[in-house]
């Protein structure tokens, strides 16, 4: 199975402000996915990212207040820009594993920012 | 569209108690269905899975049967222990395929007191 690391693992954020999270991935990958986990909810995804195209974002995300970056096969990033309280979540990345079909994703251990 | 109801946490039992999350789903087709596990500080983990209908998803203890007939997939632990204590998701994946057909529940908050 895959082993994913994201960082920061938490931060505060100010209003106004950009952050990046970052996922890197122990081996290759097609695909990756970013979620939003936001207080209370199930999680939602955000986008699909594949190595040398444009993410595909999910109803209700865009690319400019979520821009992704997928420079090769292990890595990926998600931008929250001009963050707003709302925004206050904890950010998934997951790669699909594994080829019988049934669609198993591996999470990170996920960032949880907080927006002042 | 696609979606998942599992019972509201968080839920309190004793060490050694039975445990079952209910979880039931509404999807066209043949959804494949998955409980995760979220411990915390950690990132989610794939509990048990389940493709086709009366399949019994295990591991670690834990079960679940693909009820197609009542839309469930309820998740079942006969003694549980105070490590299981952790957040589980119910999930299903758009039976047309693709893995960001994904679709979770809520979740609920397990705590196991000893």
């Known amino acids: 199975s895959a082993v994913i690391s994201q960082k920061p693992s938490r931060d505060i954020c100010q209003r106004g402000t950009s952050l990046t999270i970052q996922c890197q991935v122990d081996?290759?990958?097609?695909?990756m996915f970013w979620y939003r986990q936001q207080p209370g909810q199930s999680l939602t995804l955000i986008a699909t990212?594949?190595?040398?195209?444009?993410?595909?974002?999910e109803s209700g995300f865009v690319i400019d207040k979520f821009p992704i970056s997928r420079p090769n096969l292990t890595f990926s990033t998600l931008t929250v820009s001009n963050m707003s309280p709302e925004d206050s979540s904890i950010y998934l990345c997951?790669?699909?594993?594994?080829?019988?079909?049934?669609?198993?994703?591996?999470f990170g251990a996920g960032s949880r920012l907080t927006v002042l | 569209g696609n979606s998942v109801t599992q019972m509201e946490g968080p839920v309190t039992l004793s060490e050694e108690a039975f445990l079952t999350i209910n979880c039931t789903y509404t999807?066209?087709?043949?959804?494949?269905l998955f409980w995760y596990v979220q411990y915390p500080g950690e990132g989610l983990q794939l509990l048990l899975k389940?493709?086709?209908?009366?399949d019994k998803g295990s591991n670690k203890g834990f079960e679940a049967t693909y009820r197609k007939e009542t839309t469930s997939f309820h998740l079942e632990k006969g003694s549980v222990q105070v490590s299981d204590s952790a957040v589980y998701f119910c999930?299903?994946?758009?039976?047309?395929?693709?893995?960001?057909?994904?679709?979770f529940g809520k979740g609920t908050h397990l705590i196991i007191q000893p």
């Open positions: 997951s790669v699909e594993i594994g080829t019988s079909g049934a669609n198993v994703l591996t």
């Open positions: 081996s290759q990958v097609t695909m």
């Open positions: 999930a299903l994946s758009d039976p047309g395929g693709g893995a960001d057909g994904l679709t």
């Open positions: 990212a594949n190595q040398g195209s444009e993410a595909t974002y």
């Open positions: 999807a066209t087709g043949y959804p494949s």
């Open positions: 389940a493709t086709k209908a009366d």
